[in-house]
């Protein structure tokens, strides 16, 4: 795991600095604290550091062919490599290294911008051609490793964060376009970013620049477009879904080095750590992060897991204090707005488990691919319904009854808004409006201008892959989240466990897997209210009981409390502020009412208020350039109580 950077001037003749390309390097030296390097040459330059994971004592980058016409900067593992390998020597390549760089480097070689088809592993890296004066950047499948771009003052930057394009002298600036998506989704789908002029390379993409033919990016690998019709029975399905799964994990256990687990005590880590216990020869290093909330706790089901997989368990506790003491220093590690308050917890397990391993295993996909979520089987049960009132209720009676909704006490009109009595009808109602954080009718309040809501619709994205996918709305749901919510997940997973230099791998996201799950029909993934239901299944046995019926938690974090307690004073500061308000994008008298509302217990506004508190804290580190120490200063203090790692040897499990 590791971080690239580099500049391609569109000039021929130019030169590049060898100051700014270090000055890139440098500020991702977390993501790789083992080696750094260097490569300069006319037009084009090229930085890495490195996290050493396989063949310690080689490997360095960037790369150069033999015949140094090639110039590789890589970050990812592939898993196949020593497969790949093999192949490769068949067709005439020889190698100096035992790692798998250097199998990226000769794939290209042979196989040129069809390598990445041969590749079976998280990647993002960066090919200079010398001979074609070809840039090439490839990204995976799923979008496990990030990689972002800009075209600005006469040339081509790329890196693994965005602070590294901006250490190049891009000079940041808010796409304030993006504004309304971010306020609905609390990210941004799509090749777009929340700085003017910055790109996402989109997952399963690759991009190609050169001075004859431009800048060019295409697709080359999407999710099955058709589902399976086999007609085999649960039990079938779900013993050969057990040895796919058995056989993905396996692959991932690649490594000159240690591995743990993340455990949370749900199903989808306690299941890959009773198939991961047999495969390694010592005890599973895992690592849970609790609350002292009991409501948002999941300890006790960690321990329980650890328990029944026989692992060393280490845990770690994340006060109030902690929380929001790491706030500033993790948005500037995210470069944008922290989407999902469980960044933070992550950051600490993250922190917590590299004090023991460099790599961990993760759970992360396995809740888009076998519908886990709740607003699912919502979802489903809305449309059902939803098509039934709309065929028999006139419309002028449907109407009514939504006014009457919106004026009724506060605990009926927070169901009834989510049902199919209180959205309109079709899935951008009932799925995308319904599960959003401010709708779109709430937005037309919240902006000054409300006009951008027609600018850029919110729902752009996610829509257009549920209208393409294949299957009915649960499958497309699936496919719609798996390219949307599931790459902003995969960020946050990056970005925080690379914030403490570990390495993070998600079996469940192996490409081979995840196209025989995508194309397997929905009605084995969700049974009546049953989430999860194949997949349950394939882990009977393996995984405790009590761990197979609970019902999922999704790493909950008490902020709606915190923020009505000593941390509401952040929202003075941050939200309410005449330097907060006076940015533009939103009336200030609805901010007020969701701040004043939400103090007084009557409307939960947790989620709005946290992405409003996180946009000006990014606007103040990035636009305004305020230092992450600065804005430290305005956290509430209060005595700070140790929070140490404990060891917890196997407790006994009441199952």
Same mark, same amino acid.
């Given at each position: ?9 569109? /000039? ?36 890495? =550091? ?9 490997? #360095? ?6 015949? =140094? ?31 798998? &760089? ?11 911008? /069809? ?36 075209? #600005? ?61 431009? !800048? ?10 058709? !589902? ?87 845990? &770690? ?15 500037? #590690? ?284 990014? #606007? ?26 404990? =060891? ?8």
């Amino acid at each position: 795991m590791c971080a690239i950077v580099g500049i391609v001037a569109f /000039d021929s003749q130019a030169r590049i600095d060898e100051g700014r390309l270090r000055r890139m390097r440098d500020v991702l030296a977390h993501r790789g604290p083992d080696e750094k390097g260097l490569y300069a040459s006319g037009n084009m330059g090229f930085g890495h =550091r490195r996290l050493s994971i396989i063949d310690l004592q080689h490997g #360095q980058q960037p790369m150069l062919s033999a015949d =140094r016409s090639l110039c590789l900067t890589y970050n990812g593992e592939i898993y196949n490599y020593h497969e790949l390998r093999t192949k490769l020597m068949a067709r005439g390549c020889s190698f100096n290294t035992h790692c798998d &760089t250097e199998v990226v480097l000769k794939a290209y070689a042979v196989f040129g911008e /069809d390598c990445v088809k041969h590749l079976r592993g998280m990647f993002a890296f960066a090919i200079w051609d010398a001979r074609r004066k070809q840039l090439f950047l490839a990204r995976d499948r799923l979008g496990i490793k990030p990689l972002y771009y800009s075209t #600005q003052r006469g040339e081509l930057t790329f890196a693994s964060e965005i602070k590294a394009i901006l250490a190049a002298g891009v000079r940041p600036a808010m796409n304030s376009a993006v504004v309304p998506e971010l306020l609905a989704n609390r990210y941004v789908a799509g090749s777009q970013t929340l700085f003017n002029g910055i790109y996402k390379l989109l997952p399963g993409h690759v991009l190609t620049w050169s001075r004859a033919d431009g !800048l060019k990016v295409r697709r080359y690998w999407h999710l099955p477009e058709t !589902l399976s019709s086999a007609n085999i029975s649960m039990h079938d399905q779900s013993r050969k879904l057990r040895i796919r799964l058995e056989e993905a994990l396996r692959s991932h256990l690649i490594s000159d080095v240690p591995i743990g687990l993340f455990l949370s005590g749900g199903i989808d880590s306690t299941g890959l750590g009773a198939l991961m216990a047999p495969m390694v020869h010592e005890p599973i290093k895992t690592f849970s992060v609790g609350f002292r909330d009991t409501a948002a706790d999941e300890s006790r089901w960690a321990r329980i897991a650890a328990a029944a997989i026989g692992s060393e368990h280490y845990e &770690t506790v994340v006060t109030p204090e902690r929380f929001f003491d790491a706030l500033p220093q993790l948005i500037w #590690q995210e470069d944008e707005p922290i989407a999902f308050p469980s960044s933070i917890p992550l950051y600490y397990l993250s922190r917590l488990a590299a004090g023991h391993v460099k790599v961990v295993m993760s759970g992360e996909g396995a809740d888009e691919l076998f519908l886990g979520y709740n607003r699912y089987r919502v979802t489903a049960w809305n449309q059902r319904f939803s098509a039934a009132y709309t065929r028999s209720v006139p419309q002028g009676i449907r109407r009514a009854v939504q006014a009457r909704i919106a004026h009724m006490p506060a605990k009926a009109r927070r169901y009834l808004e989510r049902t199919f009595l209180g959205k309109a009808s079709g899935i951008r109602g009932l799925f995308f409006e319904n599960f959003s954080v401010f709708p779109t009718a709430m937005q037309a309040q919240a902006l000054r201008d409300p006009g951008a809501l027609f600018e850029h619709d919110p729902y752009a994205a996610g829509s257009g892959f549920y209208e393409t996918a294949p299957g009915g709305s649960l499958e497309r749901m699936s496919y719609a989240d798996m390219q949307t919510y599931l790459v902003e997940l995969l960020m946050k997973q990056d970005q925080m466990s690379m914030a403490a230099s570990l390495e993070s791998r998600v079996p469940f996201l192996d490409h081979q897997l995840v196209e025989y799950v995508a194309a397997m029909p929905a009605r084995y993934k969700l049974r009546g209210w049953t989430t999860k239901a194949v997949l349950r299944e394939a882990f009977e046995g393996k995984v405790p009981a009590a761990i197979l019926k609970r019902r999922k938690m999704g790493f909950p974090t008490p902020v709606a409390a915190w923020l009505r307690g000593p941390y509401s004073k952040l929202l003075d500061e941050y939200v309410l502020s005449e330097r907060a308000l006076s940015r533009g994008p939103f009336e200030p008298d609805f901010v007020r009412g969701l701040v004043r509302a939400h103090r007084a217990r009557e409307w939960n506004h947790d989620d709005r208020l946290w992405l409003l508190l996180n946009l000006e804290i990014w #606007q103040r580190i990035f636009v305004d350039g305020e230092k992450q120490g600065a804005l430290l200063e305005t956290m509430p203090r209060r005595r700070r109580s140790k929070s140490p790692a404990l =060891r917890l040897v196997r407790p006994a499990s009441p199952c």
